[in-house]
């Protein structure tokens, strides 16, 4: 006897490789200056990252991790979310940080090794950059399960990389997500490569995206280049969410264009072709020619937003070299709410110290 | 007022402070309806209800890193591990986010968790199910670590803990669960995160300790008070941050002091205890600061675990020793 | 524009509740002889089960967790195993171990907390039960992985419970196994409950096999109660396993109809109901039924493997009573290879202690 | 013989361990065709292969268990840790299994797997990637914890690590991976794991160290050689099992001692060190043992790492107060 239990996870696309329609577009593609915002955000991310590689070239940033082919992904998490909704990202999630609030000066202090560059005056419930690949998962199922206990109407977006689905977090939270009926979507950035690691090594799966049914959720996969795709599949899986019908999981499918981090080297272990190939694929320019065939855009809103995008990041940038250290003895301000009486002499000890060695 | 049990303190604080604030919530493996494996959590359901009082899927990593998850969105989640040997799981949410969260983001956000979990050997429970490693929460900055010894401190403790703003390892000595009662009264009473509890005054002698070996050290003294040893016998509890001042103050008076601690020997707190000790009461000791402690072995199985348990006669050893010189 | 993956499991089952083939039965069932080993090792199995309880309620044995309805599958894993492949146990795989080579008395030792009933002197490759849920399937991959670096055609059988499904471990470990492609079989024992959290608290997933999908393994479900179902499975996965095509998940129903272990109340959260009508699927019975049916079996028979039975558990039992503790300097003994010299004081202090205080 | 880097040396141990025994095999995140991403395994896959180098998913409980079930079968499997601020993610198996596969079978199966990762501050990397939680591994009985210091330490003790059949958490000073060279020979000599080396003779006090401390240690021996005071400086090296007996040689000809380590003061293996000292010295010591440490804070973002960090001047000022007592 024999019983048969099927699952399936689809793929979605609207744009090919040129920016052409593939189809009908979603509905929503009507909202023209969404789209603008978004192509304009994408330049804007993308010309801080090539202003943040510059300054750490140049002894002024610490490593930093490029946003290069990553930029559709976090524009369209950025657009989609709700204010009050959270984001939980992972360190290549600029361009979403970006659009929720965080400013490009917060920025370039965190990857320059200050942490005042979490404090986030303008999105304060989202959480900071998680380094420990993964764990970030546990976090937005924690926050998902928050709000079904106070019956908010609010969603979770969890975001990180294809890597970190081979960490237990990343299942476990998936899992708790089903078990409990969280509001919590997961967006995988399928970028073919951890650090060195290719994505074929990192899972038999044939997807990332079917990891969902360990769950019990629904998976997705979107073409992370495609930015009707990827914001596509947010919007209905954050309603889906916010609408108490459960998280579920997408997988956006893109390319690490630029080395892992800046301390990195990818030519040690990546062929050439391959990346000169994801060039052709990549979403910005796709999205612009989109623009282009609609007569949304020409060369000289192009010039303009190029302009106009370098003046806002060279401002952020003076913002940042202007901003002093922190006191040494900051290391013991928000350790624990007040410092407790064990830690007095210690303090006091740094305070003196730093006095007499300068 | 009534008496209880360690285990129904902490059950009595529980139930306390979900009462009073609806921000606290408890979430754990079978601690809903089962009421938790040592029953530290029996009511709590069916008076507080499923959405507050939450089964989890058997997962320690999940646990810990759902309970920060809730933290940073105010709640006060209360996680209880299973056994203190099945929190490894749960470490590096516990040393990488619990501890980090309120300093990474400057203050914006905080992680007032308490990750409870029973430790300590001397029930007769399979391998893993006796550890007692303390040590490797008091080494990470940004915790706090307790471990009551009574009903009573266990009551006052948990509460404090609760209502701490920052992280808490809540430790419950497993062996003292069922092994007194005393009377408590359920007044919401805290007691202080930041200070040991003097519990027998002395003047030969400073006996330190904490957990389930606050018993032994207690009968000790006892045993040495009919050889006209006065020993004063302290309570760590509260074990990091660390109270030197009332450690450092008796052995001011007393100049002797002896550790006991069930956990290894080898980079356990009674080291950190000592060295302080060592350091700062150096023109006061008339004698070496002794540990007695664990052996630097995997805890036996059952039939021989008490042949690792720091007993009365060890102490009492220990303190003879230090007294002759 | 949609693709669409699709993916499935399969459930089989060979025999109904009364022990009635429900078509035919697999060609290896003409071996009456095994069948009748596995019956008669079910029996041995809940002989020795009801004599550790009864043990442990005496004082004379440690917590203990019974096998009662896991008989079926530990015999068949320990029946489909071949000599030279490794299992990985769990702390519910009597059945199996005792058909590995593991003794009555080397299980009563463990269980009445004496390490020596891990050192099990006939199967000495096989892992030791691993305390910490799920911890095993990960040594799993790691046997398995020696198995392809070493060119060795042995599989690996991974044990683990419903509940330990939902550690990380197990999915990391599944991950590894597809992406290694590593010969590692997990057959979990899906009892419907993890201590007195019921099968719907632990996972939002239709079914536990599913989570196979997550590591691009096949996964499958069998009647756990249903003797030529878990053992025809676990043929088809070793063999699979042992000719270099891969790992898989097996999920194994059944339902746990004692305590989860003598520590533990199950009438505190479990209702009467379930657990007497799961008694009507029980294997062991349902496999004398098809005996009898067979005309295999009879009440002579069946009275004569009740005494055998036990006779041997009476034998395992006075040999595991007469077996002294071992001296507590043992604890040092096999802590490292030698003792080291920063450990001799510990051990002479030890050794002088136990000769003062007796 | 060659001038190399102590992440060469470390580089030329494995190679030369691989080359002489079919066992040993490496595994890791980015292990095999990037070399590593310190390239401490450069060229091992283009020598061994990718059957015995091998790219893990990336899941560090997973590379810290896979390793545990590959030694059950006789290999003996070098698993990299990226930073050791993502092992915390393997504590489970290190301290439940790794520790314990030996006692548990009583000798039956064994767990020679080594465990290396790179730690310390120093080099203005992000968060969690500056840690030194060595403290946390010398606690667990079962473990050996090793720390070279020098290009010539680092090829001795990973051999000797490697060759020994049990397991060894071995932690490599980052900030000491280019630092210096040194002419290293590549003669499989392994050096004792039971041993601290004494790296200076001296007379009026004893500094004890480790890891990439010892760098300001020498140093500060130097500064203190020209004010005319005779430093001894000793390298732990070997951080668990502990030999004592060279520590407490060197403080019995000295009576003076301070210990220097990066890693957090509280609980830290200084504790251990400053507390034996002191009880079995006792009646040597002519001044406390002093420590000179890490803060008992989270290690700060790159900006403000050096301030966390123990400098030369540090510890020249508490060599300064013991000398005056
Ligand atoms: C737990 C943990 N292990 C290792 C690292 C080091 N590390 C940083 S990024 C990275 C690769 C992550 O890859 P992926 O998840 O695909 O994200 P991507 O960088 O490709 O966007 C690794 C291994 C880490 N930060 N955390
Ligand atoms: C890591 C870990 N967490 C918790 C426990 C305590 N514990 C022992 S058995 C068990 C339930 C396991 O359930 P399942 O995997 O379904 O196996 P079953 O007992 O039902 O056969 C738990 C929570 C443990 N042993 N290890
Ligand atoms: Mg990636
Ligand atoms: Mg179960």
Redesign the interface.
């Known amino acids: 006897?024999?019983?048969?239990?099927?699952?399936?996870?689809?793929?979605?696309?609207?744009l090919d490789e040129s920016g052409d329609a593939?189809?009908d577009l979603p509905e929503w593609s009507d909202d023209r200056d969404t789209i603008l915002d978004a192509y304009r955000h994408m330049v804007l991310t993308r010309t801080f990252d090539n202003k943040t590689i510059a300054l750490q070239r140049t002894g002024q940033c610490?490593?930093y991790p490029s946003v290069l082919g990553h930029e559709t992904i976090g524009t369209a998490i950025g657009q989609t979310l709700a204010k009050d909704d959270?984001l939980?990202p992972y360190y290549r999630d600029h361009a979403a940080q970006l659009l929720r609030g965080v400013t490009l000066t917060e920025m370039l202090l965190y990857?320059?090794?200050?942490?005042?560059g979490?404090?986030?005056a303008h999105c304060?419930?989202d959480?900071?950059v998680?380094?420990?690949?993964?764990?970030q998962?546990?976090?937005?199922?924690?926050?998902?399960?928050?709000?079904?206990?106070r019956d908010q109407k609010r969603a979770v977006l969890c975001s990180l990389g294809d890597?970190?689905t081979?960490?237990?977090?990343f299942?476990?939270?998936v899992?708790?997500?089903?078990?409990?009926?969280l509001p919590v979507v997961f967006i995988v950035t399928n970028n073919q490569w951890?650090?060195?690691?290719p994505r074929?090594?990192?899972?038999?799966?044939?997807?990332i995206?079917?990891?969902a049914?360990?769950?019990?959720?629904p998976g997705i996969?979107c073409d992370g280049n495609d930015y009707f795709a990827v914001r596509h599949a947010l919007m209905h899986a954050l309603e889906r969410a916010r609408t108490g019908k459960?998280g579920s999981v997408i997988e956006a499918v893109t390319y690490r264009l630029g080395d892992h981090t800046t301390?990195?080297d990818a030519t040690?272990?990546r062929p050439a072709e391959e990346l000169k190939q994801a060039w052709e694929r990549e979403g910005v320019k796709r999205l612009q020619s989109w623009l282009h065939h609609q007569g949304l855009w020409d060369s000289d809103r192009e010039q303009a937003l190029q302009v106009s995008c370098r003046n806002q990041v060279d401002k952020a940038v003076e913002a940042y070299l202007a901003t002093g250290?922190?006191p040494?003895t900051?290391?013991?301000?928000?350790?624990?709410?007040t410092l407790?009486?064990?830690?007095a002499g210690?303090y006091e000890r740094?305070q003196r110290?730093?006095v007499?060695?300068g | 007022m009534a008496d209880v049990t360690l285990v129904e303190a902490v059950n009595m604080a529980l139930a306390h402070e979900m009462a009073a604030n609806e921000d606290v919530v408890v979430l754990g493996e079978d601690i809903a309806t089962n009421g938790g494996v040592f029953r530290a959590t029996v009511g709590l359901k069916d008076r507080f209800g499923f959405k507050r009082v939450m089964d989890t899927p058997l997962a320690e990593n999940l646990i810990a890193g759902t309970a920060v998850g809730m933290a940073t969105q105010g709640l006060r989640p209360v996680a209880e591990f299973q056994f203190m040997g099945f929190i490894y799981a749960g470490m590096e949410q516990i040393i990488s986010h619990a501890a980090r969260m309120r300093n990474r983001t400057r203050g914006r956000l905080s992680c007032p968790v308490v990750f409870r979990a029973p430790f300590g050997g001397g029930i007769h429970a399979p391998e893993h199910h006796s550890e007692s490693t303390e040590a490797l929460f008091a080494h990470i900055p940004g915790l706090r670590v307790v471990i009551p010894s009574s009903p009573k401190r266990a009551y006052g403790l948990l509460l404090a803990s609760i209502r701490n703003n920052d992280p808490v390892v809540f430790l419950e000595p497993k062996r003292l669960y069922r092994a007194v009662t005393q009377s408590v009264e359920d007044d919401g009473e805290a007691l202080p995160l930041d200070t040991c509890f003097t519990l027998r005054e002395g003047s030969d002698v400073t006996l330190i300790s904490w957990g389930a070996s606050i018993a032994e050290t207690l009968e000790a003294a006892d045993a040495l008070a009919e050889q006209g040893v006065s020993a004063e016998v302290i309570d760590v509890a509260t074990i990091s941050p660390l109270d030197r001042e009332t450690l450092l103050c008796s052995v001011a008076k007393t100049g002797r002091c002896v550790i006991v601690h069930e956990a290894c020997r080898n980079v356990g707190v009674g080291a950190e205890i000592a060295a302080s000790i060592a350091e700062a009461a150096f023109l006061d000791l008339q004698a070496p600061v002794v540990r007695v402690t664990g052996y630097d072995t995997i805890m036996p199985y059952a039939r021989n675990e008490m042949a690792y348990l720091p007993q009365v006669a060890d102490i009492v050893e220990a303190v003879e020793q230090v007294i002759a010189l």
Request: aromatic share 8%; net charge negative.
């Open positions: 006897m024999k019983d048969r239990y099927a699952f399936h996870v689809d793929s979605i696309a609207y593939l189809g610490g490593t959270v939980v990857w320059g090794g200050d942490e005042r979490s404090a986030y304060p419930e959480l900071p998680a380094v420990p690949i993964s764990t998962c546990c976090h937005a199922v924690g926050v998902g399960a928050s709000f079904r206990i890597g970190a081979s960490k237990g977090d299942l476990e939270s899992n708790l997500a089903g078990a409990w009926h951890a650090i060195s690691t074929h090594l990192q899972t038999g799966a044939e997807t995206a079917q990891k049914i360990s769950g019990g959720l996969i459960g301390a990195d040690r272990y250290p922190q040494p900051a290391m013991f301000d928000h350790l624990f709410e407790p009486a064990a830690l210690q740094l110290r730093e007499k060695h």
